[in-house]
């Protein structure tokens, strides 16, 4: 079973940056967390859920949104079973709740999932 917690969130100004991370818990996964391919996710009030940045389970493969593109960046310590999201000049529309998820497969992270933990809020103020 998939169990992580994201952290790092904040309020935050307008161009400024901040550094989330993910972290896997429970013995099972925490064990196979380098097997997985990993996401990062955001839902804005009153927005659906959209999928931010992918990163394969090597980390040599990423995807962006566009609308975070050359902003953000994600990458992921395997021996800390973490993955994180640098996020620099950020904007207001940047504001969200910020989750992650994993699977083994890379293109699974497209897809919807059934469970999500609390998330990390993400205010960014113009």
């Known amino acids: 079973q998939v169990q992580l917690v994201e952290s790092g969130g904040g309020l935050v100004q307008a161009g400024g940056s901040l550094r989330l991370s993910c972290a896997a818990s429970g013995r099972t996964f925490s064990s196979t967390f380098s097997n997985y391919a990993m996401g990062w996710f955001r839902q804005a009030p009153g927005k659906e859920r959209e999928l931010v940045a992918v990163i394969s389970w090597s980390g040599v493969n990423t995807y962006y949104a566009d609308s975070v593109k050359g902003r953000f960046t994600i990458s992921r310590d395997n021996a800390k079973n973490t993955m994180y999201l640098q996020m620099n000049g950020l904007k207001s529309e940047d504001t969200a709740v910020y989750y992650c998820?994993?699977?083994?497969?890379?293109?699974?992270?497209?897809?919807?999932?059934?469970?999500w933990g609390q998330g990390t809020q993400v205010t960014v103020s113009s």
């Open positions: 998820n994993a699977d083994p497969r890379w293109e699974r992270l497209w897809a919807p999932f059934d469970s």
